[in-house]
């Protein structure tokens, strides 16, 4: 008998940080933690997967707005 891995589930979430527009696409398992997949930045090539998660949707999407803040330093 097989059994059904959990499914990844995906969210996409617009922003923008330092005036860079950027849309971030979030994954998570049920009740599992929430990563960063990849960070789309309006006119610079995507920022990929930080290999870090968080427990909340909100504290994830903190950290790829800090990412995108980042680009100005």
């Known amino acids: ?3 059904d891995k959990p499914q990844s589930l995906e969210e996409y979430v617009p922003g ?3 005036g860079h527009h950027y849309m971030a696409k979030l994954s998570y398992f ?3 933690p929430w ?3 990849v960070v789309h930045v309006e006119g610079l090539p995507p920022l ?3 290999g870090k998660s968080w427990p909340s949707r909100e504290e994830a999407v903190q950290a790829a707005n800090a990412m995108v803040a980042a680009l100005a330093h």
Do not use: R
Request: glycine share 14%; proline share 0%; net charge negative.
């Open 35 to 37: 990563s960063i997949e």
């Open 1 to 3: 008998m097989e059994h």
């Open 48 to 50: 990929g997967d930080s």
């Open 30 to 32: 049920a009740d599992g």
């Open 16 to 18: 923008v940080a330092n």
